[in-house]
């Protein structure tokens, strides 16, 4: 399985060990501590429960 690597020059986003743009170097980008697709989810969730409690209050 292959890493994306990026481009800490000009960002670009490859699987290359350097960049097709500017031949720089590819650093591999620090995952993030939290999925923010997750905390996006998570706060969907909680919308939905406030429109469920409006609906019963209705
Ligand atoms: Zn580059």
């Not at 993030?32 to 706060?43: E, F, G, M, R």
């Given at each position: 399985?292959k ?56």
């Amino acid at each position: 399985m292959k890493h994306i690597m990026k481009c800490s020059f000009c960002k670009t986003y490859t699987l290359k060990e350097k960049c097709p743009k500017c031949n720089k170097q590819t650093i591999m980008p620090k995952p993030a501590k939290y999925s923010p697709i997750d905390k996006y989810a998570d706060y969907r969730r909680q919308a939905k429960k406030q429109d469920l409690i409006k609906e019963n209050l209705l």
